[in-house]
């Protein structure tokens, strides 16, 4: 089973996503602003529906790390 969920906007003019990250297992998520390289298992989301995505997490128990 995946333990892993990321969520990311597209890539800007900088190299940079939006990028929500949640670890299953230990409950807990990160949002903001990474340079990373895009994986083909990323969900590509808006940033404003990544952010109510991360208050509902909240609501869940997630911690935010």
Known sequence: MK???????????????????????KKEYRVGYLLFIASETDIDMKKKEIDKLAQRLEFFGFKKV
Do not use: K, P, W
């Open 3 to 25: 333990d892993n969920i990321r969520f990311s906007t597209q890539i800007n003019r900088l190299g940079n996503v939006y990028e929500l990250a949640i670890d299953l297992e």
